[in-house]
């Protein structure tokens, strides 16, 4: 009996053929992309200028202070379209040739979530360009502003893992699409990514003060608009990204196994 | 290396859903380089059996072998022996038809260069040339199914599962698909091919095993089992105004099973046969009797009549099952 385990360079190989694919499959749908783009333009849109006159942010200014909060849902709204498109491979098909084929199982998914991660560092660039342009002035160095790009893209990452664990178990595009805003819609808005927590009822509050959304704001917002000291829910928020990885990649690869 | 002689075993092969049934103690052996047809109704259990076979399932009971290889011990030297092609052509729409089968060569680990000489080749055996450097978005049913199936032959596999290659498909394109079938039978590939198509699994397998709730019910040579059948059967039609009703009880007891039945709005006289001058005595007592015979043909019976005397049903209307042989959903 051979091995029947593949080596690391063998699963980095089939990962690297599964991005292409995958990046190749996005960026032949510029309407799609288009469209993925319009939403968070229109969230921060909304919150600049018809919510934001309306919340309290003291010194700060509203828009230095939703900024850092937008691009992080836009970060994390973008993990969605991971549980998406592997519904959608696996309806059509294709996960069942994926998974017939003497390849690496678990590079479907670190091909696909490999892809979707340079698919949000263009959103998220379009996403500070917008920004810049309705008045986000971020004060901070520049290594600083770097080290938050880093810090979102990362959260973006590992939320597309959490993605992919809900759209393999739930396997069916429209019901990926509605549980995806079932999780996602509670974990941005209960957060500080929007109104500062103060404001919130007690027990919101302490859920808006654990969440990673808000520690991952905080942190982008002490890293570019400066405040208070990002250290804080920087290291927070990197303790979070790595039991979330630790929990939720054994679990895709197993629903992927399986599905 | 050598090929075993049995490309596929199976032994005792059960699968379940739930309380449902797909696989109940299925047994089979696919002779190496050979066709080997599965035919059966929808839900028999067909791509239940794809599916273990392929790695995707693994089976409750039993075991499956493919060249060697068990298929929930060594599923990774199972997939580097197969090549599957599934009932929906899982090939990517954005895609060139190129750039589907260069990746799958990527993926069978081919390196670079190889996998885009293999992928022409298949290209141009599967006549999609032309088409190579079009999305796929922009081909016809039938060139999708054709570019799925080059898919699967791009690793050049020793052994090939299609789970109803050919449903959905055009008359033309199903002729284009048993032409490639035929060459690859020439070649020595191992095909496992599913098919609800009687008519196909006579065309193309060398043997076939007719399963029902997840049972091989019958397997042999598409003669055997037309043998198997019984008994061939004779058509006479007689010249007007000859009526069929008397000349009936003249052939009655030529008639092996079932007597002799007319057929009202064609006249046609059918009664199946087993003594060989069959034929001859028929026309000879038919002329005695002053009745001219106008056509007479004795035929093999078909597929269908194989399925209905095994089952009780014939393979299109599986609602003919009793209560204890519940049809199967196989999940979608």
Redesign the interface.
Not at chain 1, 1 to 6: F, G, K, N
Not at chain 1, 96 to 103: C, E, I, K
Not at chain 2, 106 to 109: P, V
């Given at each position: 009996?051979?091995?029947?385990?593949?080596s690391l360079a063998?699963t980095l190989?089939?990962s690297q053929?599964m991005a292409v694919?995958q990046l190749?499959?996005t960026l032949?749908?510029p309407t799609y992309i288009v469209f993925s783009f319009v939403q968070p333009v229109i969230f921060v849109l909304l919150f600049r200028y018809i919510f934001g006159g309306a919340i309290d942010t003291g010194a700060v200014s509203y828009v230095n202070f939703l900024m850092p909060g937008i691009i992080v849902q836009t970060a994390v709204f973008g993990a969605l379209v991971t549980g998406l498109g592997l519904t959608e491979d696996l309806k059509?098909?294709?996960v069942?040739?994926?998974?017939?084929?003497?390849?690496a199982r678990a590079a479907v998914l670190l091909g696909r979530t490999t892809a979707d991660l340079v698919m949000n560092v263009l959103t998220l660039a379009v996403m500070v360009a917008v920004g810049l342009l309705v008045g986000f002035r971020p004060s901070q160095p520049a290594w600083q502003l770097g080290a938050a790009f880093v810090l979102v893209l990362a959260f973006s990452y590992v939320f597309s893992w959490i993605s992919a664990w809900v759209g393999l178990s739930v396997r069916n595009p429209e019901t990926a699409q509605s549980a995806g805003f079932i999780w996602v819609f509670p974990l941005t808005f209960a957060s500080s990514a929007f109104v500062p927590t103060d404001s919130m009822p007690g027990p919101v509050r302490a859920f808006a003060n654990v969440n990673p959304v808000s520690l991952c704001v905080d942190a982008v917002r002490g890293l570019t608009i400066g405040g208070p000291s990002p250290a804080a829910p920087a290291w927070q928020t990197l303790a979070w990204l790595v039991g979330l990885l630790a929990v939720f990649v054994p679990l895709a690869v197993r629903a992927f196994r399986r599905a | 290396m050598t090929q075993p002689d049995c490309a596929v075993e199976v032994d005792d092969l059960a699968v379940s859903y739930g309380a449902v049934h797909a696989l109940a103690g299925l047994s089979l052996t696919v002779a190496t380089g050979t066709v080997f047809g599965l035919l059966g109704p929808n839900g028999a259990g067909k791509t239940t059996l794809v599916?273990v076979l392929?790695?995707?399932l693994r089976p409750a009971r039993g075991r499956a072998r493919v060249l060697g290889h068990d298929v929930v011990?060594?599923?990774?030297?199972v997939?580097?022996s197969?090549g599957?092609a599934?009932?929906?052509?899982?090939?990517?729409e954005?895609?060139t038809g190129r750039?589907n089968l260069e990746?799958?060569g990527?993926?069978?680990?081919l390196p670079k260069a190889e996998a885009r000489s293999r992928a022409r080749d298949v290209l141009e055996r599967f006549d999609l040339t032309d088409a190579a450097n079009r999305?796929v978005g922009t081909y016809s049913g039938g060139m999708r199914r054709r570019l799925d199936l080059a898919?699967?032959l791009t690793?050049r596999p020793p052994v090939l599962l299609l789970d109803e290659p050919t449903t959905g498909l055009d008359p033309r394109s199903r002729q284009e698909l048993w032409t490639i079938l035929d060459e690859l039978r020439g070649a020595g590939t191992t095909v496992l091919l599913t098919t609800q198509y009687l008519e196909e699994a006579d065309r193309l397998a060398q043997r076939i095993a007719v399963i029902d709730a997840g049972r091989v019910i019958a397997e042999g040579t598409p003669g055997e089992l037309k043998s198997g059948a019984g008994t061939d059967v004779l058509r006479i039609r007689l010249h007007a105004p000859a009526d069929p009703a008397a000349a009936a009880p003249l052939l009655e007891d030529l008639a092996a099973t079932g007597g002799v039945e007319v057929d009202g709005p064609t006249g046609e006289l059918r009664l199946r046969v087993a003594r060989p001058d069959a034929t001859a005595e028929a026309v000879r007592r038919l002329d005695l009797a002053g009745l001219s015979v106008s056509v007479i043909q004795l035929a093999q019976p078909t597929l269908d009549d194989v399925f209905l005397s095994l089952t009780g049903h014939t393979a299109e209307s599986p609602t003919g099952h009793t209560a204890e042989a519940t049809p199967v959903k196989e999940p979608a």
């Open positions: 009996m051979s091995s029947q385990t593949l063998a190989q089939d053929v694919r190749r499959k032949r749908r059509a098909g294709v069942d040739r994926l998974r017939s084929l003497p390849m | 599916r392929s790695t995707l011990r060594e599923p990774l030297s997939r580097s197969i599957l599934g009932q929906y052509a899982a090939v990517d954005e895609l750039e990746m799958v990527r993926l069978y680990r999305r898919a699967s690793g």
